[in-house]
């Protein structure tokens, strides 16, 4: 598989600059994955495509204020780093810009002092390990001088940090938001519920590295930088109990399908309660031990998350899906619309 074979024209224009105003405005392209038949719809529609004891799964993971601007000490420089996962006490793996300017034995300061980072060596990706000085709580330190790690091809500001989080965002984390999930409000996963439709939660803290861009020709040769993530006993039960039914377990967003994916393909399509890193890349041929279905948003061309998504329902009918979701001039990336890949029981 040649990486261009997995992109796509899209216009910048395209590209989602701002949440709507209500969260499950959204429009929604359904792609049944056994047909290829497209339709559109509104993300409220979800409900029809849904049946009494299906199961969503969705990701409570939340996102940390992760970047963080500061004063080298010493030259006055002005650096950015942003930091995408702890490695030990104080210590986090994170990026740097400018790079070029931040070497081993380097000190930044953000907040005039509260918070202090000393650059410890270079990593493999052009980052920097960094380990933090601070009095205080280091949570509480982020919360003060942190901003939200939105990615680089948004421009504007977030006025309400909150939108970046999903309503159900519990273990803080992520350097980026699941962002299938900004589409789901309180009152309308309470409406799923009444229908029967089972919600289990795993956590997995999206690093970077999901989204990075493909530098190699050849797709199989991309390794995928591992993200931590837990399932407990309870939603692991939830999971298997509807596979055994023979009901539909879908996933929310492409981290929920890479969690329960890495469990179940180590354990026969089986889920165990565990905790742990996953490095997993889906790209075609993949064979899904446990997800029916998925809903996503719209992802960047030659993304890995676009490999993913053409694993579950075959490259042509998702590069089908996206020209048609381009000539219908849907919202694309973090803030856009959602997809829903699924077949009818």
Known sequence: MNLNDFDFYLPESLIAQNPLPNRTGSRLLVLDKKTGAVQHKQFTDLKNFLKAGDTLVLNNTRVIPARLFGIKEGTGAHIEVLLLKPVGEDRWETLVKPGKRVHPGNRIQFGDGLLTAECLEETEIGGRLMKFEYEGIFNELLERLGEMPLPPYIKAQLEDKERYQTVYAKHSGSAAAPTAGLHF??????ELKQMGVNLAF????????????????????????????????????MINETKARGNRVIAVGTTSCRTIETIGHKHGGVLKP??????????????????????????????????????????????????EAVDEKYRFFSFGDAMLIISEQ
Request: aromatic fraction near 12%.
């Open 274 to 323: 565990e905790e742990g890193w996953t490095s997993i890349f889906i790209y075609p041929g993949y064979q899904f031990s446990v997800i029916d279905g998925l809903l996503t948003n719209f992802h960047l061309p030659k993304s890995t998350l676009v490999m993913l998504v053409s694993a579950l329902a075959g490259r042509e009918a998702i590069l089908h899906a996206y020209k």
């Open 202 to 237: 795993v956590t997995l803290h999206v690093g970077l590295g999901t989204f990075r861009p493909v530098s190699v020709e050849d797709v199989e040769k991309h390794t995928m930088h591992s993200e931590f993530y837990r399932l407990d006993e309870e939603n692991a039960r």
């Open 185 to 190: 409000t309180e009152e309308y996963l309470e």
